[in-house]
């Protein structure tokens, strides 16, 4: 007896207006569900290909009118897409996943725009290069979905945008426009700031150094990939919060510099101490699996670059009973082996060092 099919949250049509990574991955998820997604963007060739990755169908003449309305352009043309969007489509409700909210719904207001069924709001997710291409059904899966509404928002279609954010697997959380601007300025904006110039340093150092790359650094530089267009859009619509975050850092960065500088006199070495277990504390705030902060024990066990090992580094993790809260794989230049940081919990990790000696890992 098959399973019974679970009613959908969100019932078609939708309408996806720009099919880049965010919107592609929408569609991508929304169709899973079977829900009817059109597509449409400036270009006629990233709608096709959307639509060949399966994230819905080109909209054509005679369609029916889309209940909800998903702008997924870049920043600086969303204002003008939402407003476009709101006079073409009168009966939908119509959200937009820009990673600034304020600056839009500012433009709005100004150009008096009808803003009763507009909700603004942003997934917490991304990968360091855009395109439908690179877009994936679970993309939004346990992430937080910003939902922006205000006093004018009707129930029904703060309800709409709410359901969009649960049916593809996302949390949604209210905050105003001016608050999410200031947190994703903190937690998005300004790693991303610091990731790129950090990484910048690498253009003109020696081969000899940057062969001596770990993984600190690949963690610490991996967003650096992003889309540099993009983030001068990005930065320029949140200038007022990534200026103040940038200054604070230049202080703390400043403050840094003159204790090394100095490291010999009297409260340097507190300061630097202090300025890192600043850091520590910061960590340990960060949100781990299923939103916890509790940290993790790193368990490094040394591996074959070959094919199977990590499997079989898999299988055992799984016959021991030991959950793997997280994975990180580290090849060693210029040799046949790797290494695979595994995150467990603190209680589980000496018994999980015993038994998977046993078995033949070498844990380092």
Known sequence: MSEPQVANRVQGPVHIIGTGLLGASIGLALSERSIDVTLEDASPTAVALAADYGAGRP?????????LVIVATPP????????YALERFTG??????ASVKYAPYAELRRRGVDLTHYIGSHPMAGRERGGAVMARTDLFVARPWV????????AAALSLVESLALEVGATPIEMTPEEHDASVGLVSHLPQVVASMLAARLVEAPEHAVGLAGQGLRDSTRIASSDPELWVQILGANSASIVGLLEAFQDDLATFVQALRDADEPGAKRTIANLMA???RGVQRIPGKHGSSARFTTLTALIDDTPGQLAMLLTDLGDLGINMEDLQLEHSPGAQIGFAQIGVMPEVAPQAVIDLTERGWRIL
């Open 59 to 67: 909209r054509a003449e005679g369609d029916a009118e889309p209940t």
């Open 76 to 83: 600086d043309v969303t204002a003008d897409v939402v407003q």
């Open 92 to 97: 939908a409700v119509v959200t937009d996943v």
């Open 147 to 154: 939902i922006c509404r205000d006093h004018e928002t009707p």
């Open 278 to 280: 600043s850091g520590n």
